[in-house]
């Protein structure tokens, strides 16, 4: 046999294996152009292969944008998106549980068909990058064999569903949420109910509504364990997520029994087909819907459709096994018993080892910078695991692999052999434990380095972590490279998100800072920009922030958060405010270039910006105002005066607006009516201020806050009107930036 | 032999350290210069991070470059993915001059010391386990294969085929030249 297919046909289930027969198929039809681009594009996002950055053919060197000639030449497999352009293959994990079987398979495949990194996600997945499409066929044989599928990791479809990875094992938690996060899994997984979404759909369940480990609060359905009348049960949380502004999920119920947990999403899927927004994606996520329609007409609906569903053993079929359900340890429970520790074991037990419910076992977490581990490490991880824990392995949301069942005496033998392998990195869970989505380095949305900008931090906090005040130690960094949040930088002590900023011409990689997130209680607080500051600086803000909170804080028992909720928002923004100046380009090249990457941003625009002088323009100047405004929005939010905070929100909108007109046309009227029809005559339906990926939106702000003033204020609308406030003023920086760019290129032709 | 996916590794002399970092801007350039011949290069990739990783990496349409770590021989790996038309010993010649070529270029771009490569030594990567799964009967016919093609190369080296990967591993083995036979830059 000389094919994976023929190999594998006896160790793979029926419907995965036709299901990876039709991809197939459909790759071979599109190769001889018989599906549509935008049709072929969801098939394979269905599929988990998704694209990369540069898979339009286009890539800057850091002079110029120069055509990558790939040999399919015009053929796409998606609009702009090229046929050999290499891309990535998100593989789902259900709940993060992986095997050591599994472990050597997402090894070896790594090696033959990506670039021999394993990647996990923040929503514990793993991540292929640089695969051609048509290996993809054979990837999804080979992972299926081991019981892994792509299928619905990508496109708009339940995704992944998470959940704590000290399920189980976990002290605090009311019961084992796993087996729950796995039936839903199952039931979701390719069901007719859930295949005309507008939008993707994200679960999560939680042991607990403590601590953070499920982050129930920012997904679209939630579930808190719960046991009520000796039933179990759980806390249902329905239309949370990040993205660019984020909800709060809200309380659908305050119990809902096991077997009501599958029907229910059943039913949400229905009703989430039947009603949700289609064609605005911007729009298409449940919180919307949940926002449209109110929780209570929501929750009715819900219940209208579960009454009709026609009745599915699937249900509660997995109830019955649940008394089987469990993890069985190798190895018998011990404990250290004044064994000798090796030299670094116990600055790594510190932060790395959780104790287990279950007396005389551990939690070992390992700690994976960036989220990558090499196929090397991957497959020795493997043996680690079975010789010490068997199939109990987990992915975290953090980006980190634990092993559970870690038998207590064996910590010592354990610890160095992760060593030896460069896997016991100490101080998982503290400030060295950063969280980065991809960002520039892969993602076609990235607009600044999160992990060029990790791995700086990282490197800069790492040798130091030992001298950290010990609350410093324990915060949580998470860095996006866009206001997407794959990053979850809202849910971070310090959150970071990346955008970019025009300077006398040049284009300057940012990043907001983001500051009181909570990533305890669920996610249970998401924080708030106080100011852009250029990439380079960022390390220093960091050093300065923890500094500031250390010298400041009331007591040693006022948390960061506290801290940073007791203070005003004007006192932190001047912390950071000696960061946010740019030296000229001739003081110092560096700003304007990214972490880990040479590249001058648009070094084709310089030539012509240096020409352009020391002349910084109104527009530039306007938008600073508007930046400012929308800071003093977030200032009167947090002294309670919700009505000034949305008005200021607004106004820095239109003075956003305002700036881009100011480019245009000399005499710009005052009235805010006036500034916004210019504004959608001039930017928004010429599509000038249209995001690439998010087309309108963020100009629909405006609009639409123009048109229907809102009423009925309350602490988390405004809170949105303000997100939204600040990402029209980032996607004006980026028109004006455009705007110049066209402008260059104008005086360029003309000057041929 | 159908083997299309495999690689060669061009190990650093021992006492050469180089900060993996420094060649990020070296392979950036190489890019904007389309330095290596019948290739489309494409991005770089900082692996630095991960020990005993691939380094800092050099994609390309046709095989990736990278600076790698694993088991503590760093080197210059070059793993092609793309095919080669012609038989084995065609398409292992192929793979070998455009790993030297970018040995080479490496030479020549001097990342703060010059980098040197060890001129006796290249570790074979079979990167198919289909094709070429990591078992004692291929084992012994890569290795022949190797020797006849090596006779062909080098008519006059002597060369002894040795570290062969562990099970589970992709089917590897390092060939050392036991004479004066300098593989590099000639």
Known sequence: ?752 | MELQKFGIKLFFKPNGSYPSKDFIPVFHNWIKTNSVPEHMLIDVIDYSHIPDGPGIMLIAHEGHFSLDKENNMPGLLYLRKAKIDGDFQKRFESVFATSLQAAELLHKNKIGSEVDFQSNSFRFIANDRLLAENNEENQELFSNTFNEILTNMYPSGKWVIEDYSQSGERLAFTINFQDDTNIIFN
């Open chain 1, 1 to 752: 046999m000389t094919n994976w297919k023929d190999i594998l046909k006896d160790e793979i289930t029926a419907e995965l294996s036709e299901q990876i027969d039709i991809f197939e198929t459909q790759i071979e039809l599109k190769k001889l152009e018989k599906i549509d681009d935008k049709i072929f594009a969801e098939t394979r996002l269905r599929k988990g292969v998704y694209g990369q950055r540069y898979d339009n053919g286009q890539r800057h060197d850091g002079e110029q944008s120069r055509e990558l000639k790939y040999p399919s030449g015009d053929k796409l497999k998606g609009p702009e998106t090229v046929w050999d352009a290499p891309g990535m293959l998100r593989i789902k994990i259900p709940f993060g549980g992986v095997n050591p079987k599994q472990l050597r398979m997402l090894a070896d495949l790594s090696e033959e068909y990506a670039d021999a990194v394993v990647h996990i996600t923040t929503r514990q997945d793993i991540q292929y990058h640089f695969v051609h499409i048509e290996d993809t066929p054979t990837i999804m044989r080979r992972l299926a064999a081991v019981g892994i599928t792509t299928h619905e990791a990508c496109g708009n479809a339940v995704r992944n569903v998470t959940a704590c990875p000290l399920s189980g094992v976990c002290q605090d938690e009311t019961f084992d949420v796993s087996p729950y996060a796995k039936a839903m899994a199952e039931f979701m997984l390719n069901h007719p109910d859930c295949q005309d979404f507008g939008r993707k759909f994200k679960i999560a369940f939680s042991g607990c509504s403590e601590h953070a480990c499920g982050i129930v609060n920012m997904h679209d359905l939630g579930g808190i364990a719960k046991i009520r009348d000796g039933k179990n049960g759980f806390e249902i949380y329905v239309g949370g997520g990040l993205g660019a502004v984020p909800h709060q999920a809200k309380i659908m119920y305050d119990f809902l029994a096991e077997d009501e947990i599958l029907p229910l999403m059943q039913a949400i899927g229905r009703v989430f087909t039947r009603l949700g927004e289609k064609k605005n994606r911007a729009k298409a996520r449940v919180k919307f819907l949940v926002a449209r329609l109110g929780l209570e007409e929501f929750t009715r609906l819900v219940e209208e459709e579960r009454q009709i569903l026609p009745h599915d053993e699937r249900w509660t079929s997995y109830i019955d096994e649940l008394p089987a359900w469990g993890e069985n340890p190798i190895k018998k429970s011990s404990s250290l018993n004044g064994q000798v520790k090796p030299e670094g074991f116990d600055q790594w037990q510190e932060k790395n080892v959780i104790s287990q419910r279950q007396e005389g076992y551990k939690v070992v977490v390992i700690m994976l910078p960036l989220g990558d581990i090499s196929s090397h490490q991957t497959r020795k991880l493997a043996d680690i695991a079975e010789k010490y824990i068997g199939d109990y392995v987990r992915t975290t949301v953090e980006q980190n692999f634990v092993l559970r069942w870690v038998s207590e005496s064996d910590l010592p033998g354990l610890y160095e052999e992760l060593n030896a392998i460069g896997l016991a990195d100490p101080g998982a869970g503290t400030i060295v434990d950063i969280t980065a989505c991809p960002g520039t380095d892969t993602c076609k949305l990235g607009i600044a380095s999160s992990r060029g900008l990790a791995d700086e931090l990282r490197q800069m906090l790492a040798p130091k972590q030992w001298e950290l005040d010990e609350a410093v130690r324990n915060l949580r960094i998470k860095i996006s490279g866009c206001f997407n949040s794959c990053g979850q930088h809202h849910i971070a002590d310090m959150g970071f998100y990346g955008n970019s900023r025009t300077f006398k011409g040049y284009k300057v990689p940012h990043f907001q800072v983001v500051l009181g997130g909570q990533w305890t209680n669920n996610a249970g607080n998401f924080g708030l920009a106080i100011g852009a500051v250029p990439s380079k600086n960022i390390p220093q803000v960091v050093l300065k922030l923890t500094d500031y909170y250390v010298e400041n804080r009331s007591s040693k028992e006022e948390s960061f958060q506290e801290f940073f909720a007791r203070k005003k928002k004007s006192v932190l923004k001047e912390q950071i405010q000696e960061f946010t100046e740019v030296p000229p380009y001739l003081e110092d090249s560096s700003f304007y270039t990214d972490w880990g990457d040479p590249r001058v941003f648009t070094l084709g625009d310089m030539g012509v910006g240096e020409c352009a002088g020391e002349v910084v323009s109104l527009t530039e100047v306007e938008l600073q105002s508007a930046e400012r405004i929308c800071f003093e929005a977030q200032v009167e939010l947090e002294d309670g005066k919700l009505d000034e905070a949305e008005d200021k929100a607004y106004k820095a909108m239109i003075r956003g607006a305002s700036a881009l007109l100011r480019k245009e046309f000399q005499d710009i009227s005052s009235d805010p009516d006036e500034i916004v029809t210019e504004f959608k005559q001039h930017f928004y339906d010429t599509k000038l201020f249209w995001d690439r990926f998010a087309h309108g939106k963020f100009g629909k702000y405006l609009i639409n806050r123009n048109e229907n003033p809102p009423s009925n204020l309350n602490n988390d609308s405004v809170h949105r009107k303000i997100e939204e406030s600040q990402l029209f003023i980032e996607a004006a920086h980026a028109c004006y930036a455009k705007m110049m760019d066209i402008e260059k290129k104008e005086l360029s032709g003309k000057a041929i």
